[in-house]
């Protein structure tokens, strides 16, 4: 066997790249990025012109340092805070005593809403609800609440997973309030209602295929998760793919975008799937706030 020898400069340059590889994982794996975002709502009351949501997304289990996270959003002033789902990998619902101490920590923090995600469901999402409230978390599955400033105020909906009853959406979604924010786990609520079966059937329902288009553009925000932002990019190219199993998608993926009458903001989240591997999207915390929309 003919053995190569490395010369100091070749030596020097495996040096540089294995450090750079490890400085590029730690940046895009463990350093959060918090993300700032304003939204202007129509119709929204004055009184709630500024007001601040946390969203936290994908967790999957993942421990995290509960100090930074209540330095980051005391200092944000937060008003409320918003979990959207996958708390835990699928089948694993022990993931739960990760969470502990961030679950206990975020209702002092401000009022917490979640809903639930789909490793959710797949690990049993009664339990984990319940160690969600007993943490002082409000679990919103498939109804509203009102947040109060006076006399005015938002409705904030939860829509439930899996998204196959146009039920559950009415349910959600309150049809007489004034704005509405929806807390869901994936964006695929915009685009369920196109979803067919392997005969080419609206998986919900010809009769239900309309009123939940309609529906689903009541809400003046949504709040999502899910895809992780691609979890993993190619530069230049982008996403390989999303939760949804879309190869190269072009759109749902992440940040903000104008759904037809209404804004969906999707987060990279902050744990992994698969792959524990993060390249190009950055774990996430967000600041949403609230503006009036001129």
Same mark, same amino acid.
């Given at each position: 066997?003919?053995?190569?020898? +490395?010369? &100091? ?16 994982? !730690?940046?895009?794996? =463990? ?11 129509? /119709?929204? &009351? ?5 007001? %601040? ?8 289990? %993942? ?19 918003? #979990? ?74 939860? +829509?439930?997973?899996? !998204? ?22 994936? &964006? *695929?609520? !915009? ?8 005969? /080419? ?17 009541? &809400? ?25 199993? *879309? ?14 009458? /209404?804004?969906? !903001?999707?987060? %990279? /989240?902050?744990?992994?799937?698969? #792959?524990? =591997? %993060? ?5 996430? #915390? ?5 503006? *009036?929309?001129?």
């Amino acid at each position: 066997m003919m053995l190569v020898r +490395l010369n &100091p400069v070749m030596i020097a340059a495996l040096a540089l790249l294995a450090i750079a590889a490890v400085c590029i994982y !730690y940046r895009e794996n =463990l350093i959060i990025e918090v993300v700032e975002v304003n939204v202007p709502i129509h /119709g929204l &009351p004055a009184v709630f012109d500024g007001f %601040r949501i946390a969203q936290l997304s994908d967790l999957h289990g %993942r421990k995290l340092n509960e100090g930074w996270i209540e330095e980051q959003l005391t200092a944000a002033g937060v008003d409320m805070i918003a #979990l959207t789902g996958d708390y835990v990998r699928h089948n694993n619902s022990s993931d739960m005593s990760r969470l502990a101490p961030l679950l206990g920590t975020l209702p002092r923090i401000a009022p917490t809403f979640a809903v639930s995600g789909n490793h959710d469901i797949a690990a049993g999402w009664a339990s984990i609800a319940a160690e969600l409230r007993q943490h002082g978390v409000t679990v919103l599955d498939n109804a509203y609440t009102t947040i109060a400033r006076g006399d005015a105020r938002l409705a904030l909906a939860g +829509l439930a997973c899996p !998204y196959d009853s146009l039920a559950n959406l009415s349910r959600a979604i309150p049809a007489d309030a004034g704005p509405v924010i929806l807390l869901t786990h994936s &964006p *695929q609520v !915009y685009t369920q209602h196109l979803a067919v079966d392997y005969l /080419g059937e609206p998986l919900i329902g010809h009769p239900n295929v309309a009123a939940w288009a309609n529906l689903i553009e009541r &809400p003046a925000l949504t709040l999502a998760g899910h895809t992780h932002g691609g979890q993993v990019k190619l530069p230049f190219i982008g996403a390989v793919t999303t939760a949804t199993g *879309q190869l190269f998608p072009s759109k749902h993926i992440e940040g903000l975008s104008w759904e037809g009458s /209404g804004w969906l !903001y999707i987060s %990279r /989240g902050l744990g992994y799937t698969g #792959l524990p =591997l %993060r390249f190009l999207s950055r774990p996430e #915390l967000t600041i949403i706030t609230l503006k *009036q929309a001129e």
